[in-house]
C-alpha cells in the first residue's frame, strides 16, 4: 500500500514515519509513505498557497490550483484521494477496513479556513476524523494512515488486531497481565483455568457490558452478528 500525503508541514509527518509498527513497516515494504509538499506546485511566484476569501471575512483558504496541480502530478489509476476536513463524513474502523484493500491513497491536509470549495471536485472521499477543529490536516492525516496500515495485509498479525474494538462492531473486553494480584484486585479467575470456551463467553460479556457503559449507540448497529445480537439482549436483560 502507498500513501501519498499533500501538506505544508512534510517534517510533521516525516517523525511519524520513524517510529514502532509504521517504521517496521516502512522497513519491511509493507508500506511507502511519501510526503510532497504542495507548495512546489503553485504558479505563483511567491509560492504562495492560499488567498483571503471571496465575501470577506477572517482568514485565509487554501487555492486549487496548487492542490489540483500537485494531484495531477501524483495521481494514478489506482489512486483514491482523500480530503481531510471537519466537514467530511466520519472516519471510523469500517472505512479503515475497507481503505486497507487499496493500492494507494493521496491525502489532502489543510491549514488556514480550509480549503476553496471547488477542490471537491477533484477528491474521492472526505474524511472527518472527530467532531472538533485541529489547526491543520497532518495530525489527522496520521491518525488515518496508522489506522489503514496496521489493517494492511503483513503489518501485523491478523491475530492482533481482529478482537480491536470497533472490529466486530463492539468495544474491546478488558485485558490483565501479572502480576495475578495487585493492591488487593485479582484477575478475574476464568482467565487462568485455560478454558479457552469460557474465556471467549467471559470476553464477550464483558466486551457487551463495556460497550453499553461507555458506547451504547454501538448496540443498535444493524450489521452486529446474529451470536452478538442474541448475548445483547441476555447481558442486558441480566443486568436491568
Ligand atoms: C482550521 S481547519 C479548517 C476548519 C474549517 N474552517 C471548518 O470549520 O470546517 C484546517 C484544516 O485542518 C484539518 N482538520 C481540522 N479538523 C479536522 C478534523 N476534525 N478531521 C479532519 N481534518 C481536520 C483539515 O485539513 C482542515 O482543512
Redesign the pocket.
Known amino acids: 500500500m502507498r500513501f501519498k500525503i499533500l501538506t505544508l508541514f512534510p517534517d510533521l509527518i516525516n517523525s511519524f514515519k520513524n517510529h514502532s509498527i509504521i517504521k517496521r513497516a516502512l522497513d519491511n515494504n509493507k508500506i511507502f509513505i511519501e510526503t510532497i509538499d504542495f507548495r512546489e506546485y503553485s504558479t505563483n511566484k511567491h509560492h504562495k498557497v492560499d488567498d483571503t476569501p471571496y465575501g470577506g471575512g477572517a ?1 485565509m483558504v ?1 487555492a486549487v490550483q496548487p492542490i489540483y496541480d500537485a494531484l495531477q502530478a501524483q495521481r494514478s489509476n489506482d489512486s483514491k484521494i482523500i480530503l ?5 463524513k466520519p472516519f471510523k474502523q469500517e472505512e479503515a477496513k475497507a481503505l486497507s484493500l487499496e493500492k494507494e491513497l493521496i491525502f ?8 476553496d470549495e471547488r477542490i471537491r471536485d477533484y477528491v474521492d472521499y472526505e ?11 497532518e495530525l ?1 492525516c496520521m491518525v488515518m494512515v496508522d489506522a489503514i496500515a496496521r489493517l494492511v495485509d503483513g503489518v501485523i498479525e491478523k491475530d492482533s488486531y481482529q478482537d480491536d474494538s470497533f472490529q466486530n462492531g463492539l468495544l474491546e473486553y478488558p485485558h490483565y497481565t501479572k502480576p495475578r494480584i495487585f493492591d488487593n484486585k485479582e484477575v478475574p479467575e476464568v482467565l487462568l483455568n485455560g478454558h479457552h470456551a469460557k474465556i471467549n463467553e467471559f470476553r464477550l460479556v464483558e466486551s457487551i457490558k463495556k460497550t453499553a457503559a461507555n458506547r451504547p449507540d454501538l448496540l443498535n448497529n444493524e450489521n452486529l452478528s446474529g451470536t452478538i445480537k442474541n448475548k445483547i439482549k441476555e447481558v442486558l436483560s441480566q443486568n436491568k
Open positions: 482568514g487554501l481531510l476536513c471537519p466537514t467530511g489532502i491536509c489543510g491549514h488556514y479556513e480550509g480549503y474524511y472527518s476524523i472527530g467532531d472538533y477543529v485541529l489547526t491543520s490536516g489527522s
